[in-house]
């Protein structure tokens, strides 16, 4: 089975990360990394089943407010109804977030697969947020910003933000070097995978090694890669994932 074939059989909710829950110490974890405090206004953009966030952001932390972007009317109505108004500083706002003023927030999570929503959400973050506000990403900061603080893979950008003037100018910032080895691919799928804490014990390592492999892969054809040759381990494992997972990766090895 081809790759594309692969994800062909995933649900699009799924690659989309519409129906990916993140666990509640994610959150508490993120918080304490943007240091979140009783002055702070957060928005969560495009919340969907995440309103725990807002929950913990209100609850735990006492921001000044809690406040969740979502286009789903449906997803609107089923954060209400785990709401107390009289208790929770939340207002849950049925809006497209490209659309959306970000003016109040002073800490902003934005995790979105869709590039052409990224894209859009790069003038609101240049221009409609006020000096001083944390954007907080997962795995890559916005467009080409510098971040200003790593604790992979959640990343921080605050404004006024450093432009770099290549991908290479973020890997440098992100992990220390301008190329990625087969190593470090390894290190960033592990890190990424643990960060979360919601993959059963018996997938780690499959899902450890399918993603290391892409991460090098996708390294390589941005010229990012610090091998000159394939590395040994990333034949082995394309020669696992097609022999024991029916996983075909064969393609890539010609560049």
């Known amino acids: ?20 829950v993140i666990p509640d110490n994610f959150f508490r974890k993120m918080f304490s990394f943007c240091e979140l405090n009783q002055n702070d206004v957060f928005y969560h953009l495009g919340v969907g089943k995440n309103f725990s966030s ?4 209100s609850r735990e932390y ?15 109505s089923h954060i209400k109804s785990k709401i107390n108004p009289s208790v929770d500083q939340i207002d849950i ?37 006020r000096d001083g506000t944390r954007i907080i990403s ?18 921080l950008c605050k404004k006024p933000f450093t432009f770099g003037v290549d991908i290479r100018d ?10 990625i080895d087969f190593t470090a691919s390894w290190l960033l799928s592990e890190k990424y995978i643990q960060s979360f804490g919601i993959v059963e014990s018996q997938y780690v390592r499959f899902l450890n090694i399918l993603q290391s492999v892409m991460i090098w892969f996708n390294a390589r054809d941005l010229d990012l890669v610090c091998e000159d040759e394939i590395p040994p381990p990333i034949k082995s494992y ?9 996983i075909d990766l064969s393609d890539l090895l010609v560049k």
């Open 93 to 129: 706002i049925n809006e497209d977030v490209v659309k959306s003023s970000l003016a109040e927030a002073t800490v902003i999570f934005s995790w979105f697969t869709d590039e052409k929503i990224n894209e859009r959400l790069l003038d609101k973050f240049k221009y409609d947020v």
């Open 170 to 179: 973020q890997l440098k910032k992100l992990y220390g070097t301008k190329c």
């Open 62 to 76: 006492g921001v000044r407010k809690s406040v969740g972007i979502e286009i789903d009317p449906n997803t609107i």
């Open 238 to 246: 394309v020669g696992i994932l097609k022999y024991f997972f029916n």
């Open 54 to 57: 807002l929950l913990i952001a």
């Open 1 to 20: 089975m081809k790759i594309g074939d692969f994800i062909a059989t995933l649900p699009s909710s799924v690659i989309s990360g519409d129906d990916v």
């Open 138 to 155: 997962i795995w890559s900061p916005p467009g080409l910003f510098i971040p200003d603080k790593v604790d992979f893979p959640l990343i």
